[in-house]
């Protein structure tokens, strides 16, 4: 996957553009093909970089997206333009994140004549969503996401949800399984009660390691995100919400009486409609936003 995580600089960078040529009449095919040729170097091992290239599945992310006029795209990670290239000549226009300067100038050069890209050399836990959106429509994120640090991305976009109309995720499948998990599964956790509680979480196809170059040892999923409304939530206080789910995960196989003891009581947890007795795994999403609603500010 395409690793982002730059140092910090000093001031705003400027974003790279490539130059738009004007479009074919009939434009190529989608193609993974494209940046093939480009001296993009090879894959940095200490990123996690492992780059899409099978053609059937980038034609399938596309098709997902589904692009319509007007709509803002933000891609995470773009790697050496698999799917940059076929969103730019479908769409037109394309806000790339790449946290690896060694990408920058070869993708770019790729995708002079696909449309218009901005790729911003930027970390993406430091990218304000909010302010990248402005008074324009909110954004549709995509990406193939490094595997080390997709549930930080994730969070950091769930903390922008409100700029952002949806998103389209490749991850590694077992993080997918986690997102989309529920209350008695062995892998339901606070991954997905966090998601579920902000976003509809769509589980959509899965892809095998043969895709990428190189190879990940794992499968991987894409996975469709689509941010609820702040007020169909129904939870009080965001940051009251996370602490109780994070507490009650933290020690899992306790009841939450022992695991919640450093937020609320067990009288708090039973007017919320729980036993005490009940472990983490066995709440449903709807049941810890009652618990947090009910818990006493910290």
Do not use: W
């Not at 940046?35 to 290239?53: C, E, N, P, T, V």
């Amino acid at each position: 996957m395409p690793g982002h995580r730059l140092p910090r600089q000093r001031g705003p960078r400027r974003p790279v553009r490539a130059r738009p040529r004007r479009a074919a009449r009939h434009p190529p095919a989608v193609s993974g093909q494209d940046a093939a040729a480009a001296d993009f170097g090879r894959a940095k091992k200490s990123l996690g970089q492992h780059f899409l290239h099978e053609r059937a599945y980038i034609e399938r992310i596309v098709q997902a997206l589904d692009p319509a006029p007007g709509d803002r795209l933000v891609e995470i990670g773009p790697g050496r333009g698999a799917l940059t290239l076929p969103l730019l000549r479908r769409h037109g226009a394309l806000t790339a994140i790449e946290f690896d300067r060694d990408l920058v100038a070869p993708l770019a050069a790729a995708a002079e004549g696909a449309g218009e890209l901005a790729i911003l050399r930027e970390d993406v836990l430091a990218v304000d969503f909010a302010a990248l959106a402005g008074d324009g429509p909110p954004l549709r994120l995509v990406g193939n996401l490094p595997y080390n640090i997709s549930s930080p991305i994730l969070f950091h976009a769930l903390d922008h949800a409100a700029a952002i109309r949806d998103m389209h995720f490749m991850l590694q499948k077992e993080v997918v399984e986690r997102m989309a998990a529920g209350p008695g599964s062995k892998v339901y956790g606070r991954l997905s009660v966090m998601l579920q509680a902000r976003c509809e979480v769509v589980p959509l196809f899965e892809v095998p390691p043969g895709a990428f170059r190189p190879p990940p040892k794992v499968d991987s999923a894409v996975v469709r995100l689509l941010p609820r409304a702040p007020e169909s939530t129904g939870i009080d206080d965001q940051a009251r919400f996370a602490a109780v789910v994070r507490a009650a995960f933290g020690q899992r196989r306790k009841t939450l009486r022992n695991a919640l003891s450093v937020v609320c009581d067990a009288d708090t947890i039973a007017a919320a409609g729980i036993d005490p007795a009940a472990r983490a795994e066995q709440l449903d999403v709807a049941a810890f936003v009652r618990l947090a609603n009910v818990s006493p500010p910290r």
